[in-house]
């Protein structure tokens, strides 16, 4: 970790401690890594701008990099620490607990494969959270195999389990869909923009239409708690294994071609250009879903009731167990009087809380990074907040053990 810099920060938060006695100028905080200084923020009205800077120390010329993911809202100040060198922890202002922790990357790997796709300076921010999210489940199959059949039953079932991430396509809406419940509608030069700003976990052109996955809208699942059911075609779940989401990849097939056809032809919600189209992209996802090692699971649904029994098995559910609670931090709440200075050792930074007026001793609390997961374009996830004594009681019955 590198040398924390960054405006004065004091205010009370109940998750994360906000409050750091740094050095800065202004609302700006310059971090180091390497031969380059990224400033982040930095205004005259007194609010913590989302604008990143960086000044190549080799060559003296200061540049704007392409900053992706979901940019953190605007706030009165914040603080900055470099974590393994590749990362920049933000630590807002007067913000609300779960929006106070962000991150910067600035070298990890994502980053450096979208420097040689976009062949320019590339950022990229994720939000910063406590648990860790129970892996998402990927759901594939051709038209008409009744995957969204066994979705709906899998939710209705377990509606505290499961949530579901809604799509995005440029497709017009049919008739009864409901923009931000069937699917995100959008127009194809804004989903295309966001595509090339990083914000969607997979897309594909199918059947003339761009259809793709948001990132945001699979981290809102798990923000709440969660599993994510992911309804994707075969192209879209090919993206997504080569993505750094974790998940697992069901394939659900028709007992035959001939059955296919039969179940596409009776929903009557498309011409017969349409059908003939479908069933072609069908013959391509089955050959690929049954040979291509991409799925773990492979379901056949020749008798839907039998299936979704199946599928309950595979996921560990009895109907009234559910195997997916998320891992919650040690310490859920934390209150910090003000005035706060901060120092780091391995992976963990140190927070020493000073006496207040209100006569409170010293106290100390420590802000663990050494479990975190995942990253941009999403969430970082696994953040853990401890006070000094029961971190320190944690370490006395690890080496007990």
Same mark, same amino acid.
């Given at each position: 970790?590198?040398?924390?810099?960054?405006?004065?920060? &004091?205010?009370?938060?109940?998750?994360?401690?906000?409050?750091? &006695?740094?050095?800065?100028?202004?609302?700006?905080?310059?971090?180091?890594?390497?031969?380059?200084?990224?400033?982040?923020?930095?205004?005259?009205?007194? $609010?913590?701008?989302? =604008?990143?800077?960086?000044?190549?120390?080799?060559?003296?010329?200061?540049?704007?990099?392409?900053?992706?993911?979901?940019?953190?809202?605007?706030?009165?100040?914040?603080?900055?620490?470099?974590?393994?060198? /590749?990362?920049?922890?933000?630590?807002?202002? /007067?913000?609300?607990?779960?929006?106070? *922790?962000?991150?910067?990357?600035? /070298?990890?790997?994502?980053?450096?494969? !979208? !420097?040689?796709?976009?062949?320019?300076?590339?950022? +990229?921010?994720?939000?910063?959270?406590? +648990? %860790?999210?129970?892996?998402?489940?990927?759901?594939?199959?051709?038209? =008409?195999?009744?995957?969204?059949?066994?979705?709906?039953?899998?939710?209705?079932?377990?509606?505290?389990?499961?949530?579901?991430?809604?799509?995005?396509?440029?497709?017009?809406?049919?008739?009864?869909? !409901?923009?931000?419940?069937?699917?995100?509608?959008?127009?194809?030069?804004?989903?295309?923009?966001?595509?090339?700003?990083?914000?969607?976990?997979?897309?594909?052109?199918?059947?003339?239409?761009?259809?793709? $996955?948001?990132?945001?809208?699979?981290?809102?699942?798990? &923000?709440?708690?969660?599993?994510?059911?992911?309804?994707?075609?075969?192209?879209?779940?090919?993206?997504?294994?080569?993505?750094?989401?974790?998940?697992?990849?069901?394939?659900?097939?028709?007992?035959?071609?001939?059955?296919?056809?039969?179940?596409?032809?009776?929903?009557?919600?498309? *011409?017969?250009?349409?059908?003939?189209?479908?069933?072609?992209?069908?013959?391509?996802?089955?050959?690929?879903?049954?040979?291509?090692?991409?799925?773990? %699971?492979?379901?056949?649904?020749?008798?839907?009731?039998?299936?979704?029994?199946?599928?309950?098995?595979?996921?560990?559910?009895?109907?009234? $167990? &559910?195997?997916?609670?998320?891992?919650?931090?040690?310490?859920?709440?934390?209150?910090?009087?003000?005035? %706060?200075?901060?120092?780091?050792?391995?992976?963990?930074?140190?927070? %020493?809380? +000073?006496? $207040?007026?209100? =006569? !409170?001793?010293?106290?100390?609390?420590?802000?663990?990074?050494?479990?975190?997961?995942?990253?941009?374009?999403?969430? *970082?996830? =696994?953040?853990?907040?401890? +006070?000094?004594?029961?971190?320190? /009681?944690?370490?006395?019955?690890?080496?007990?053990?």
């Amino acid at each position: 970790m590198g040398e924390i810099q960054g405006d004065f920060i &004091d205010g009370l938060q109940e998750i994360f401690p906000v409050g750091l &006695d740094t050095k800065s100028r202004g609302y700006e905080s310059s971090t180091v890594v390497g031969d380059k200084i990224y400033v982040i923020g930095g205004s005259d009205d007194g $609010t913590f701008s989302i =604008g990143v800077r960086i000044f190549n120390k080799s060559t003296g010329k200061w540049g704007v990099p392409t900053a992706l993911g979901t940019k953190p809202a605007q706030c009165k100040g914040h603080s900055a620490v470099l974590l393994n060198s /590749d990362r920049i922890l933000i630590l807002k202002r /007067d913000s609300t607990p779960d929006d106070c *922790t962000w991150f910067l990357e600035v /070298d990890t790997p994502f980053v450096r494969e !979208k !420097k040689k796709i976009l062949e320019t300076e590339v950022v +990229a921010w994720s939000k910063g959270v406590k +648990a %860790h999210a129970p892996k998402p489940i990927v759901i594939s199959g051709p038209s =008409g195999v009744g995957k969204g059949t066994l979705i709906s039953k899998l939710m209705k079932e377990f509606p505290s389990t499961f949530g579901f991430s809604v799509s995005h396509t440029t497709r017009a809406p049919r008739e009864k869909e !409901k923009d931000g419940v069937h699917y995100h509608f959008t127009e194809r030069s804004l989903m295309e923009k966001e595509i090339r700003d990083g914000k969607f976990l997979e897309s594909a052109s199918v059947h003339g239409n761009l259809y793709g $996955t948001s990132i945001e809208a699979v981290e809102v699942v798990s &923000d709440a708690g969660k599993r994510c059911i992911l309804d994707i075609d075969v192209q879209g779940a090919r993206s997504v294994r080569a993505s750094s989401l974790e998940a697992i990849f069901i394939f659900i097939c028709p007992p035959s071609f001939e059955e296919l056809e039969k179940r596409l032809r009776a929903r009557g919600t498309e *011409t017969e250009e349409q059908v003939q189209k479908r069933l072609r992209n069908a013959k391509s996802e089955l050959e690929e879903g049954k040979s291509s090692g991409l799925f773990d %699971h492979i379901l056949v649904n020749d008798d839907l009731d039998k299936c979704y029994e199946s599928l309950k098995k595979l996921l560990g559910l009895d109907g009234s $167990t &559910d195997s997916t609670t998320t891992d919650e931090s040690f310490v859920k709440n934390v209150e910090l009087p003000n005035g %706060h200075s901060i120092s780091e050792t391995n992976q963990n930074i140190l927070i %020493h809380c +000073a006496t $207040t007026d209100l =006569g !409170k001793a010293n106290e100390l609390f420590v802000l663990d990074v050494s479990s975190l997961k995942g990253g941009a374009p999403g969430r *970082t996830r =696994g953040l853990n907040m401890y +006070a000094i004594d029961t971190f320190a /009681d944690a370490l006395e019955e690890q080496e007990e053990d």
